[in-house]
């Protein structure tokens, strides 16, 4: 089959109902990359378009059920490993103590190992049922392209290096919510600005989808919990995770599997306990998947309000990394700590990478990288102290407060409360100047 006859192919069961595009993906041949189902990523295909194709583009927004629906079989080819590259060498000097990760390494056995959990399964594969499917870059490249129906693109950066030096080498998770019109729109300008850089076949093979979470729906898809719980479940019984902050939300649901707290099942509560078991389940996956660094967005990422420096450094970022990092901010904010390098991304824009150790209260976490060794120390603190929600518990506590003991045990939050070292090695970046633009028909956060 050509690429042509592959587009028409898939791009048949887009204007089908959620249901239909689910029989589609189960009846094998080239359907894998649709299995995500006809919701939201027929929506990103049809806004993908929309400046080609408005007609039918309107007709896919009216007829498409919305939603993101997660795949009957799960099952594919050889994961993709373009990220296992070690990160740039040389701690950095630290104005503050902060914890070392092999603090971490002789629990991996007892906390959710590579090797196993409570019910054996081999999730190092999970993460490709996500990759975006073929039909979304398709209507991307159809749209880049003009009238050609070229199904390639070759991004700015390759084209100004034959090095293809700073083109995308590392796996990005989008956390899309399901049933959000909104968020299919600002996913699919995201992706077309991740096209435009590092080009279609970047894009194709690091990008995926993955699924916001929405507890008041509890117990429908309660399986996301489940697997963002998966270290905590392996050596906590629901009765003892009733006692962490925020994780007992998933162990003292009812009989019926929904919540029991009314505040839980309301705005905004509702949204930071999502926000929080979306994330864990991206962590988990990049742990699963074995990657040294993921590069995770919230679907409004790109918002000018958010988004601290241009997507064409994305890779320039993960290739300058302090060998130490755990965790590296991409959102707008105030410089803050010490600044530990300034490099240029492959098209001249300068940027400056900031050691985070300054108190701040910070808020959101729409667009971050994080190292395998962040997944290693997140996971020992939930499992014995719970979490919080989840940006300002990472921005302004875990990164930059002295709470803890050398072997990384908890003291205290409060100042001079007895903690020598930060939990996490947390780092900015920021672009001088910088200012996201996004089109008319952007939903604003």
């Not at 929506?43 to 993908?48: H, K, L, M, S, T």
């Not at 629990?107 to 054996?120: F, K, N, T, Y």
């Not at 077309?192 to 093979?205: T, Y």
Request: glycine fraction near 8%; aromatic fraction near 8%; hydrophobic fraction near 35%.
């Amino acid at each position: 089959m050509t690429a042509s006859e592959t587009s028409r192919g898939e791009r048949a069961p887009l204007l089908a109902s959620s249901d239909e595009g689910m029989r589609a993906s189960s009846s094998g041949g080239g359907w894998g990359r649709f299995a995500l189902g006809a919701g939201t990523l027929g929506v990103i295909a049809a806004c993908a378009a929309l400046a080609t194709t408005p007609a039918s583009t309107d007709v896919g927004l009216k007829t498409l059920s919305i939603g993101l629906s997660l795949p009957r079989d799960t099952r594919g080819g050889a994961l993709h490993h373009a990220s296992t590259r070690p990160v740039a060498g040389g701690a950095l000097e630290e104005p503050k103590l902060v914890l070392s990760s092999s603090v971490f390494d002789d629990e991996d056995a007892a906390l959710g190992s590579h090797s196993g959990r409570a019910s054996e399964e081999d999730d190092s594969e999970r993460d490709r049922q996500f990759l975006v499917p073929t039909t979304v870059i398709d209507a991307l490249t159809e749209k880049m392209n003009g009238k050609t129906s070229k199904h390639s693109y070759v991004g700015s950066i390759a084209k100004k290096s034959s090095s293809h030096r700073g083109v995308l080498a590392t796996p990005v998770y989008v956390v899309a919510m399901e049933k959000s019109e909104n968020d299919a729109r600002r996913t699919a300008e995201l992706l077309e600005r991740l096209v435009r850089f590092h080009g279609a076949d970047a894009v194709r093979d690091l990008v995926h989808i993955t699924p916001g979470v929405d507890v008041t729906a509890w117990p429908k898809k309660i399986e996301l919990a489940e697997y963002a719980l998966k270290s905590v479940l392996s050596v906590r019984s629901e009765k003892q995770m009733a006692g962490l902050p925020w994780i007992e939300t998933y162990a003292s649901r009812g009989k019926d599997g929904r919540l029991r707290d009314p505040n839980a099942r309301r705005f905004p509560l509702s949204h930071h306990i999502g926000c929080l078991f979306a994330h864990m389940h991206d962590w988990q996956m990049s742990f699963d998947a074995r990657y040294e660094n993921t590069v995770i967005f919230e679907a409004d990422a790109i918002d000018p309000s958010l988004l601290g420096m241009e997507l064409s450094g994305v890779q320039t970022v993960v290739d300058h990394a302090p060998e130490d990092y755990d965790l590296i901010f991409l959102t707008a904010r105030k410089p803050e700590g010490k600044l530990a390098k300034t490099f240029k991304d492959p098209l001249g824009n300068e940027l400056k990478m900031y050691h985070l150790t300054d108190l701040n209260e910070e808020a959101g976490l729409s667009s971050y990288i994080v190292s395998s060794r962040f997944f290693k120390k997140m996971r020992r603190y939930i499992v014995d102290h719970g979490a919080d929600m989840v940006d300002a518990w990472l921005s302004a506590k875990l990164c930059v407060k002295p709470a803890f003991d050398a072997k990384g045990k908890f003291v205290a939050w409060e100042e001079n409360g007895g903690g020598e070292y930060r939990y996490l090695s947390c780092y900015s970046v920021k672009q001088d100047g910088f200012r996201s633009v996004v089109s008319d028909d952007f939903p604003k956060t």
